[in-house]
């Protein structure tokens, strides 16, 4: 299967690109300029990494852990506030180094970076910023999220025509057993055979993409966003793609962040108080779905599990890396996720992802 | 050296774990069920009452009714074996027989009723210990009114299909109470099942009860919840140092966990630190390093617990090193030949 890239015929990529960028005013410039020509180019990619941390301490962060700093060498500079450029070199045992340049933004609590490199160098950076969990992680947005954005979108461009597509996995029951099929939902109306979907069983939206067009029916922006936070921009410009649509996911991201935050175990009055965290689903848990949990839980997670198999799962877990612990609770169709002493909105944003790659998405409700 | 748990089996070990935790989850239940003023006034949990003797009592839960004027306590067991059923019983003789006064008000309570609530395979045990001691003059008051013996359940009902919904449920064994409303609830057919909404409350309130709990419970609890919350991302990668001398912080941490902890008297928050000193202890034998990132298993942290304290105990009994199975697969060629030969000769 062919990616974007070479899609659009990019083989030779433009990794200039990125070191004429001084500032972000240039970022703006140059980008704007490079993505409304209709010509062969790299896409531009977008990640948005949740994390608190001073660019500055990237290097520091990959040379404490010993396996990354046999792989990786990191440099950052600033060219500006809040505004760096970030060389990641990967050492390869049997080849040449890779090197992808790439430009980061800093936003309150998290950061958005930019490269034009191939979607396989970029998986360098996503390779890298993964291992480095808890410092950084990765958002997880649904199909609700992603069908907030398509309306936000809509709203933004007015009397001009969106046109989605989604790229999902759905999971289909035969007589015998649960299977799970990949679709592709296109034309005007994706976003209502989304929602009939996510109504008849489980999914999983892959990928988004959409193109917006004007009255006169011409392109304006065409951008495909996984839900990995991970966004591309195919055509368009590049203050639409970032104050506009980035500005949304960005918003989103940041919404469910600050709903994170109140998941906490407190006491009132000499009282325990748990606030849950809950992914509600359509319907309910089948015996097969609970069975695998727990061989998928257990490659991060501490765990003692106390029912499992029936439509009641209990279990509690500890996030290994980040110290968090839980009390996961699935009862009927509605995942309960409860804080124990430490709970950080890092380990609750990589356990909802979590739960919902394995168990399909589902709503969020804090 | 703490005293290492005997089990028969690691998969006896493993229930007894799963055992305890469903009994903190049914006291959780039966605090919001009884909490909803049907069949009383919820006093609270593990709430001590101060005896004229200058005693006091503390059973599990306690509910006030006929306009505060009579108590029923409300004692929950995890595990009832032969050898502790007696003493199990004669405690039940002094909340029986307590005369305390609630709200601290001056008037005493008419009288006390006692509701003993174990496991549902602990109930042959209790049944034969209750018929065999009733005739003593020790155990004698539990012929009388105000004396009951329930037991509790969780699970799917016998039978029932395995996608079917699973149930709290508490059934009588013995006795009768004299609170009219909980005596017709326990009477009727299946006894008191407790709504899903209650029973699988996913915000499990305790995570102990009075009882003390299995050790590999106490260490599983403290390398999950308490000391999992030790790390800070400037010291990754460095062991915790842990010790003996830490269960007082390993307490206060802790605490919240633990019903009543805010009334709780110095003896009982002994027997607490005592727990967590065990575990502790046992941590410490086991080589166990509390490290960040945390040991991660395949297995449950329970099914590992007890598969070390298990070695651990042979060791300690000077039994040799441990012997690796090897394991044959039986399509294998070699396995159809020896079994072939074994047949021959």
């Keep these: 299967m062919m990616n974007s890239d070479q899609q659009y015929g990019v083989e030779a990529l433009d990794r200039d690109l990125v070191s004429r960028v001084a500032s972000r005013e240039d970022m703006y410039d140059l980008f704007s300029q490079e993505y409304t020509k209709r010509e062969r180019k790299p896409l531009l990619k977008s990640l948005i990494v949740l994390t608190q941390q001073d660019p500055y301490r990237l290097s520091e962060t990959v040379e404490r852990n010993k396996l990354l700093s046999k792989r990786y060498v990191v440099t950052v500079q600033e060219k500006e506030h809040d505004f760096y450029r970030l060389h990641v070199e990967r050492k390869n045992p049997v080849g040449p180094a890779v090197s992808v340049e790439a430009l980061i933004d800093v936003k309150p609590n998290l950061w958005v970076i930019f490269t034009t490199v191939s979607l396989y160098d970029a998986k360098i950076l996503v390779s890298l910023f993964a291992r480095l969990y808890p410092d950084f992680n990765f958002a997880y947005l649904n199909h609700a999220q992603m069908l907030h954005l398509v309306e936000e979108i809509k709203k933004w461009c007015g009397s001009g025509r969106v046109v989605t597509s989604f790229a999902i996995k759905a999971e289909t029951e035969t007589d015998r057993a649960l299977s799970i099929n990949r679709k592709t939902l296109k034309g005007l109306s994706a976003e209502d055979e989304l929602v009939a979907e996510a109504k008849r069983g489980r999914i999983w939206v892959e990928k988004l993409r959409f193109q917006v067009k004007n009255k006169l029916n011409m392109l304006v922006l065409d951008t495909v966003l996984t839900n990995r936070g991970i966004a591309r921009l195919v055509y368009g410009n590049f203050v639409d793609f970032y104050d506009r649509f980035m500005t949304f996911v960005i918003q989103i991201s940041a919404e469910l962040d600050g709903k994170f935050s109140a998941v906490r175990r407190t006491i009132v009055e000499g009282e325990a108080q748990t606030k849950p965290c809950s992914i509600i689903y359509t319907s309910s848990f089948k015996v097969t779905h609970l069975k695998s949990l727990a061989s998928k839980l257990n490659s991060d997670y501490m765990l003692s599990i106390f029912h499992m198999g029936n439509p009641f799962f209990s279990a509690d877990l500890t996030d290994c890396y980040d110290g968090s612990s839980f009390t996961l609770t699935i009862f009927q169709n509605i995942i309960t996720i409860s804080p124990m002493i430490r709970t950080t909105n890092t380990a609750l944003w990589k356990l909802v992802g979590k739960l919902q790659s394995i168990l399909g998405e589902g709503d969020i409700v804090i | ?345």
Excluded at chain 2, 67 to 73: I, P
Excluded at chain 2, 87 to 112: C, I, M, P, W
């Design chain 2, 1 to 345: 050296m703490s005293a290492l748990p005997k089990y028969g089996s690691i998969q006896e070990c493993v229930e007894d774990f799963i055992k305890y935790r469903d009994t903190t989850r049914v006291l959780s239940a039966l605090r919001e069920y009884l909490n909803q003023r049907i069949f009383g006034r919820l006093i609270g949990v593990e709430h001590t009452f101060k005896l004229e003797d200058g005693t006091g009592i503390t059973p599990d839960l306690t509910l006030a009714y006929e306009n505060d004027s009579a108590c029923c306590f409300i004692e929950l067991k995890w595990r009832i074996s032969q050898s502790s059923i007696k003493n199990e019983l004669l405690d039940l003789k002094r909340y029986f027989n307590a005369r305390q006064s609630l709200n601290g008000s001056s008037q005493k309570v008419t009288h006390n009723d006692i509701i003993m609530i174990c496991h549902i395979n602990d109930s042959n045990v209790v049944i034969d210990a209750v018929n065999e001691l009733a005739g003593t003059p020790d155990v004698g008051f539990l012929k009388q009114e105000g004396v009951a013996i329930w037991s509790w359940y969780l699970g799917i009902p016998k039978g029932a299909d395995t996608d079917a919904n699973p149930e709290m449920r508490f059934g009588w064994l013995y006795g009768k109470t004299r609170n009219l409303e909980l005596e017709k609830k326990i009477r009727m057919p299946g006894g008191i099942v407790i709504p899903a909404s209650i029973a699988f409350s996913p915000t499990d309130r305790y995570l102990f009860t009075k009882d003390k709990p299995p050790v590999h419970y106490a260490m599983a609890f403290l390398l999950q919840h308490i000391l999992s919350s030790f790390q800070d991302s400037t010291h990754r990668s460095q062991v915790i140092p842990l010790s003996l001398g830490m269960v007082d912080e390993l307490y206060e941490k802790s605490k919240i966990f633990f019903p009543g902890w805010r009334d709780a008297e110095s003896e009982t928050i002994q027997a607490r630190k005592e727990w967590i000193r065990e575990a502790v202890d046992l941590i410490i034998q086991l080589k166990i390093k509390v490290s960040v990132p945390l040991p991660r298993t395949r297995k449950t942290i329970q099914q590992v617990l007890c598969a070390r304290l298990e070695r651990l105990r042979q060791k300690s009994r000077g039994a040799g090193p441990r012997v690796r199975k090897l394991r044959v697969r039986p399509d294998t060629m070699s396995a159809k030949l020896s079994t072939w030969f074994n047949s021959k000769t």
